[in-house]
């Protein structure tokens, strides 16, 4: 099981020998031609009494709903592409979607379309039967009640995630909370409506917060790495904040931003979190003193592993993918300078990449730079030559491939580059091990500064900040630049944007967090073309967007409109 710390929840042993129960279990057993009954077979209520059989169903939300992010397929090839982070070296779904073209809600190719009721139903079920038919004694002791009730917590965990996974897409969908069998007869669960957005919203905030007092601050041992109370919490902090949201709350309700900050400040006063003093190595260092990690799927090498390396790797050093994300020239200008101020360009220039924000540099691999486990120089500059065999060709110039750059940056955040392909380290999907984060204490400290900020706690906004940007190495002992916008609701606002921006790009936030503030979804990407003696470089537009207003939500799966007749169909789509 790969969730948590070396024992990873239980031992091998006590694991093979609990699942070899549960395949009993769940195994459909057919009776013989004599009818005799199946003495191979395990009753149920053996599995509801005993507490390591329960353990395991609750085990299988984690291996079945934890994100990974854009670790694997297809998040590997959407999360960045369709925001202005990158541009993929393929042309696939994602990229059909942002130009507007083979899009529609009966297709079956169209990214987000998530309907998680067969995981939902899971946890209903399991829900139900906890309650029903494990029972604790009058005499049970405290270590039992707390494992039962983290039973309970974990699963409606994990089933308001499957829910918000839907909402923030979707909008409003229907709440069901029930198991519904083959002899239900109250058409209003056979034939769900959709709940409206609000109270989609108020479900699974309510789940969130129940589950957090269900759960632990803390697991050590066997249980590290399970979901805690800190987690249930940031992760209800992060929906709120959405909620708060002009996309959500287009009449800037206070409430909702006061909701927020006081979930960040309950994430906060756990004191258990603390910023990792490397950006870089947020995602190799594993194990219990990684203080900034809250909710994480880890990877083991040589047998569980993902494709981030193999899909991101310049064409020189690729085995199988390569570029399934190419940093854009915006995101690259988004990085201020070393001291703090933003970046601005200067004409002539000569080197853009002096003296920026070291982010920056643990982010994007540019023209001239090195990467992997040999320090290879990697050179973007468009080919003098379509032919491979030529000296005049560059292998990881722009559009010399399909595979090669369409921007004139490759990725490196997330990445490890010990890894070395010619030695079999990573191939297609596969390799990596580095832990995908999908919750970490940074989250936090930048939801709380952006709702304080609403709230006219603004100060407290900048001290955040204040922390984010001295463990990024920007502005030395000051950051006058900080303190300049501090007394500017908007212009700190603004800046609490781009942090987030820079902080956590390529993490599965930029899209939508641009969708949220209701930002403009079609500005143009571009890149930039050095000359072959990196002297001088022209910037281009790689893509425009063709985003419509109507694509802010999107399709709900077509097949399931024509299955249940009360659906209705978000704006736009057909």
Excluded at 265 to 274: A, F, G, M, N
Excluded at 421 to 435: A, C, E, P
Aim: proline share 4%.
């Amino acid at each position: 099981f790969q969730y948590g710390s070396k024992h990873n929840f239980l031992n091998e042993y006590t694991m093979k020998k609990y699942i070899f129960y549960l395949i009993a279990f769940l195994a459909v057993s057919c009776e013989d031609v004599l009818d005799k009954k199946n003495l191979g077979a395990i009753d149920d209520s053996y599995v509801w009494s005993d507490p390591n059989m329960i353990e395991l169903n609750v085990n299988s939300f984690y291996a079945n709903w934890m994100p990974t992010g854009l670790f694997e397929r297809p998040g590997l090839a959407e999360l960045g592409i369709i925001s202005d982070e990158a541009r993929s070296g393929y042309n696939g779904r994602a990229v059909n979607w942002i130009n507007g073209v083979r899009f529609g809600a009966d297709r079956t190719d169209v990214p987000y379309q998530k309907w998680y009721y067969g995981g939902i139903r899971k946890a209903n079920e399991f829900l139900q039967n906890i309650e029903e038919r494990y029972i604790l004694p009058t005499n049970a002791t405290q270590a039992q009640k707390e494992r039962r009730d983290r039973f309970i917590g974990e699963v409606r965990f994990y089933r308001a995630h499957l829910y918000w996974e839907m909402i923030k897409v979707y909008g409003g969908v229907p709440i069901i909370t029930k198991v519904i069998d083959k002899d239900e007869t109250d058409e209003s669960l056979l034939y769900p409506k959709r709940n409206t957005t609000d109270e989609s919203f108020d479900f699974v905030i309510k789940e969130l917060k129940e589950a957090a007092d269900l759960l632990s601050i803390t697991y050590s041992g066997d249980n590290w790495g399970r979901i805690t109370k800190g987690a249930a919490l940031a992760y209800c902090a992060r929906i709120q904040l959405y909620r708060a949201s002009p996309m959500f709350n287009p009449t800037n309700e206070r409430k909702y931003w006061e909701d927020a900050y006081d979930t960040y400040k309950d994430v906060i006063e756990l004191d258990v979190y603390d910023l990792h003093p490397m950006f870089s190595e947020i995602w190799k260092e594993k194990g219990e003193n990684n203080k900034e990690i809250i909710w994480f799927k880890d990877y083991k090498k040589g047998t569980i592993t993902h494709g981030w390396d193999a899909g991101n790797m310049m064409r020189s050093q690729a085995v199988g993918d390569a570029t399934a994300n190419c940093p854009v020239q915006e995101l690259v200008d988004a990085f201020p300078m070393k001291d703090g101020t933003p970046y601005v360009k200067s004409n002539p220039e000569t080197n853009p990449y002096d003296y920026r924000d070291p982010r920056l540099r643990a982010t994007v691999v540019w023209n001239g730079d090195t990467y992997g486990p040999r320090n290879e120089k990697v050179y973007t500059f468009v080919s003098e030559s379509t032919d491979p065999n030529s000296p005049m060709y560059n292998f990881d110039g722009i559009d010399s491939h399909q595979s090669a750059t369409s921007t004139g940056y490759y990725m490196r955040k997330m990445t490890d580059e010990s890894l070395d392909g010619t030695k079999g380290d990573y191939g297609y999907g596969k390799g990596s091990y580095t832990q995908w984060v999908e919750l970490r204490y940074a989250e936090v400290l930048l939801g709380l500064a952006e709702a304080a900020n609403e709230i006219g706690e603004t100060e407290e906004g900048v001290e955040q900040l204040k922390l984010i940007r001295k463990r990024a190495g920007i502005g030395g002992t000051s950051d006058p630049y900080l303190e300049q916008c501090a007394g500017d609701r908007d212009k700190m606002a603004n800046l609490i944007r781009n942090e987030r921006r820079l902080e956590l790009c390529f993490e599965g936030f930029r899209f939508w967090d641009i969708r949220r503030w209701k930002e403009n979804l079609n500005e143009p990407v571009r890149g930039i073309d050095w000359d072959r003696d990196g002297h001088s470089f022209n910037e281009f537009v790689v893509e425009e967007r063709n985003y419509e207003d109507y694509m802010y939500y999107c399709p709900i799966p077509n097949s399931e409109i024509l299955k249940f007749s009360n659906l209705v169909q978000n704006r736009g789509w057909k």
